[in-house]
């Protein structure tokens, strides 16, 4: 299983990003691919899902109105769409594979033990 992660970059604030997740090695029908974000001494942040939530996508109410997820399933891929962003938004973005049970639940911040896939992240840097 592989995933990788690409678009983060430096951004001004109020601007737009996409972010994708490319994956590999593992079944999108049995499977969900959610979105985290990391900030140094904060907790990891779920963010998005694509099909965890009685098998459609899930936003969380943190980001809801600006991010917006979706899969090409041709391509194995997932994106994040990111609008409006702001410095708080500065962080590094994982993608994550797992059950759409683990998933979802993950991304609303219940602790688990860890399993699935993550990918290496990119770093996304909105100025101010």
């Known amino acids: 299983v592989q995933l990788v992660e690409s678009g983060g970059g430096l951004v001004q604030t109020g601007g737009s990003l996409r972010l994708s997740c490319a994956a590999s090695?593992?079944?999108?029908?049995?499977?969900?691919v959610g979105w985290f974000r990391q900030v140094p001494g904060k907790e990891r942040e779920g963010l998005a899902c694509?099909?965890?939530?009685?098998?459609?996508?899930y936003v969380a109410d943190s980001v809801k109105g600006r991010f917006t997820v979706s899969s090409d399933n041709a391509k194995n891929t997932v994106y994040l769409q990111m609008d409006n962003l702001g410095p708080d938004d500065t962080g590094k973005y994982y993608c994550h594979a797992d059950s759409p049970y683990f998933i979802l639940i993950r991304i609303m911040g219940v602790m688990t033990p860890e399993t699935g896939h993550w990918g290496q992240g990119t770093q996304v840097i909105v100025s101010a």
């Open positions: 090695g593992f079944s999108f029908d049995e499977n969900s």
């Open positions: 694509n099909t965890c939530s009685d098998g459609g996508p």
